[in-house]
């Protein structure tokens, strides 16, 4: 069955409406060999082969009622189980925007329910095709060994963190920054986000995936960052490729972070806590990026080295459904009790983490204010 976001009751739709696929879905092996669906606004949703078949059947225009009746006389052992489940299968599909309906209305407990599972990142398309500028550069690295390029990716963080350790734990005399310090490490940041950005469109294209676009948003509809558009990496079977398309960009913050903290090791006075500033920085950002509870670069790592998909929107689907009591998903219904447990886990996790590395930031910023003001 399909990744889908909701299940309703049956409704008489299912007994009027012939159903078919909506124009422009495409059925594909993508994740993990999976057969996947993507929808014509691009949302990917892993889909059962029995789910598959259905679907065929709706290829010949039935309606809901005409698809259980053929199933029920295909598989008439089977009629309390296709009974119960087609209807909320078909509802999931229409809400997915599958189906050639209108997605279904949803309550307010079902919005609040969606909104919890967002991404919560309001985006503004600035580049509409990174790959084109991405490509000279990956395919230069195509031609290097990939074992190499691997062993220099984990070479990064073991010397980059100690190097920040030290940089963070020395001395520098001068602990008072002035205001142009920080108005320049902010104008170094923007630079290295941009380069950081730029990673994953290289990495993609490496993996001859091509980013749909890239650009800057609102994370929580609030706070600037910068982005790219990294959804087609579901079409990458393998899972080292999609890790490494999502932790480049965090690995490329631990280099710079290093390379800082290497030079306020080897500076004095103002020098050496301009350098400081932007080790602290970049901590912030690296926190920020690895936050599992968002569609982070360290949630998308841990999701593809497990093998799985939409994990984080499973897990908070299937938490909030239950502080709400409402019925779960088909999708989530049989699931197993480690599964779930796993769901809350993940959910609690990630909470604890949101509330830490905040903090952290917080703290952190309000030092940077006490020294300015100082």
Same mark, same amino acid.
């Given at each position: ?32 060999? @999976?057969?996947? &669906? +993507?929808?014509?606004? %691009? #949302? !990917? ?6 789910? =598959?078949?259905? *679907? ?66 309001? @985006?503004?398309? &600035? +580049?509409?095709?990174? %790959? #084109? !500028? ?6 230069? =690295?195509?031609? *290097? ?66 980013? @749909?676009?890239?650009? +800057? ?158």
């Amino acid at each position: 069955m399909p990744s889908s976001p909701e299940t309703v009751a049956p409704e008489p739709w299912l007994d009027t409406e012939r159903l078919r696929m909506r124009d422009g879905v495409e059925i594909i092996t993508g994740a993990g060999g @999976r057969t996947m &669906l +993507v929808s014509p606004a %691009g #949302r !990917y949703l892993n889909i059962s082969p029995s789910g =598959l078949a259905m *679907l065929r059947h709706l290829g010949e225009g039935m309606t809901g009622a005409e698809l259980m009746a053929s199933l029920t006389e295909r598989y008439p052992e089977q009629h309390e189980q296709i009974r119960a489940t087609v209807p909320d299968f078909l509802a999931d599909l229409r809400r997915a925007s599958v189906l050639n309906l209108d997605p279904l209305p949803a309550t307010g407990t079902e919005r609040a329910i969606r909104y919890g599972r967002l991404d919560l990142v309001k @985006r503004f398309p &600035l +580049v509409r095709d990174p %790959g #084109r !500028y991405a490509g000279p550069v990956a395919d230069v =690295l195509r031609r *290097l060994p990939v074992q190499p390029l691997a062993a220099l990716l984990l070479a990064v963080p073991v010397v980059a963190i100690p190097l920040v350790v030290l940089a963070l734990t020395s001395s520098t005399g001068n602990i008072h920054p002035t205001a142009w310090m920080v108005v320049a490490a902010v104008a170094v940041m923007l630079g290295e986000i941009v380069v950081h950005e730029f990673c994953h469109a290289v990495a993609m294209t490496y993996n001859r995936i091509r980013p @749909r676009n890239a650009g +800057v948003g609102l994370m929580l509809y609030l706070f600037p960052m910068a982005y790219v558009d990294r959804t087609d990496s579901y079409r990458h079977e393998g899972r080292f490729g999609r890790v490494l398309i999502s932790l480049v960009g965090p690995i490329c913050d631990l280099a710079f972070a290093g390379v800082w903290s290497l030079a306020a090791l080897n500076t004095s006075g103002d020098a050496a806590l301009f350098f400081r500033i932007l080790v602290g920085f970049q901590l912030m950002a690296v926190a920020a990026n690895v936050n599992p509870l968002f569609p982070s670069d360290g949630y998308h790592a841990v999701e593809a080295a497990l093998g799985a998909i939409n994990m984080r929107g499973r897990a908070l689907t299937y938490v909030l459904h239950r502080l709400t009591r409402k019925p779960l998903p088909l999708y989530l219904r049989s699931i197993s009790a480690r599964v779930r447990a796993g769901y809350v886990c993940y959910f609690a996790v990630s909470l604890l983490y949101t509330l830490l590395a905040a903090g952290l930031i917080l703290f952190n910023l309000l030092s940077l204010a006490i020294g300015l003001m100082s």
